[in-house]
């Protein structure tokens, strides 16, 4: 905890450096349809706060690809269960999420784009970008744990709810904490380029493209300093959840 209060400073010195930089090469630049000063785009944002359409968009984008998440969370957990208990189904998986993997998210968006509409669309998108990384955090997991403890509890017997606090979630949790921490940010930055594709009224994704058509540059940085901050402040507090559901079971911190 002390490390963190000390490196406060360092922090805050190299975002003032960058943020300089930028005004200075805004000023060097002089056009604000190619580059806008951060004081111009904290404006912009701090004009658009409180308007009803920006928490509406905020509302609609997370919203959307929280779920996308929470699905591909739930479905990667029970593919990565269902991998472990048969080398069939472990056979027939690997070789999707390796597609899945290697897919661009924009064949991904146009392919989609066939089968669902818009508004859903981001929804799938944050989908398809979870389940590869969380199933293969979960099969982690699972992979590192202590076969000898495993062999213990079947000699005494253990109920299943026992072995399963004791020993599967201890080695499980880390591994898809920090799983959730990359799938996060892959489906805030998928969703909302699947919105920009898809133009779903009232997203995130088309607000960023209206600004783009209509060169509005002021619009279009401060809704990316919108997106990022999103992004942070949910992945900050699902693993902060997480981490205390780490803890409780596995009784360590976390960082």
């Known amino acids: 905890m002390e490390s963190k209060k000390k490196s406060w400073p360092g922090r805050l010195a190299a975002a003032a450096f960058w943020l300089m930089l930028w005004q200075w090469a805004a000023m060097a630049v002089g056009q604000e349809v190619f580059l806008v000063s951060p004081v111009r785009a904290a404006v912009t944002l701090f004009q658009l706060l409180p308007t009803a359409g920006f928490w509406a968009r905020v509302a609609f984008s997370s919203g959307r690809i929280l779920l996308g998440f929470g699905l591909g969370a739930v479905c990667s957990i029970a593919l990565a269960v269902g991998a472990r208990l048969s080398r069939t189904v472990e056979l027939l998986l690997d070789p999707i999420m390796q597609l899945v993997k290697a897919t661009p998210v924009a064949s991904f968006v146009i392919l989609a784009l066939v089968w669902v509409r818009g508004k859903e669309l981001s929804i799938l998108i944050s989908f398809l970008m979870a389940v590869?990384?969380?199933?293969?955090?979960?099969?982690?997991?699972?992979?590192?744990?202590?076969?000898?403890?495993?062999?213990?509890?079947?000699?005494?017997?253990?109920?299943?709810?026992?072995?399963?606090?004791?020993?599967?979630?201890?080695?499980?949790?880390?591994?898809?904490?920090?799983?959730?921490?990359?799938?996060?940010?892959?489906?805030?930055?998928?969703?909302?380029?699947?919105?920009?594709?898809?133009?779903?009224?009232?997203?995130?994704?088309?607000?960023?493209?209206?600004?783009?058509?209509?060169?509005?540059?002021?619009?279009?940085?401060?809704?990316?300093?919108?997106?990022?901050?999103?992004?942070?402040?949910?992945?900050?507090?699902?693993?902060?959840?997480?981490?205390?559901?780490?803890?409780?079971?596995?009784?360590?911190?976390?960082?």
Not at 159 to 170: N, T
Not at 219 to 241: M, N, R
């Open 132 to 255: 590869p990384v969380l199933y293969s955090a979960v099969r982690t997991g699972i992979q590192s744990t202590d076969w000898q403890l495993l062999e213990m509890a079947k000699v005494f017997r253990l109920p299943v709810g026992r072995r399963l606090r004791a020993i599967w979630l201890p080695a499980v949790l880390p591994a898809f904490r920090e799983g959730c921490r990359t799938a996060l940010g892959l489906c805030w930055k998928s969703g909302v380029a699947a919105e920009v594709i898809g133009l779903p009224d009232g997203s995130i994704g088309d607000a960023l493209y209206r600004a783009k058509i209509t060169l509005s540059t002021g619009d279009l940085f401060a809704w990316t300093f919108v997106i990022i901050c999103l992004s942070a402040l949910f992945e900050k507090v699902f693993l902060a959840l997480l981490g205390l559901a780490v803890r409780r079971v596995c009784g360590e911190e976390t960082s």
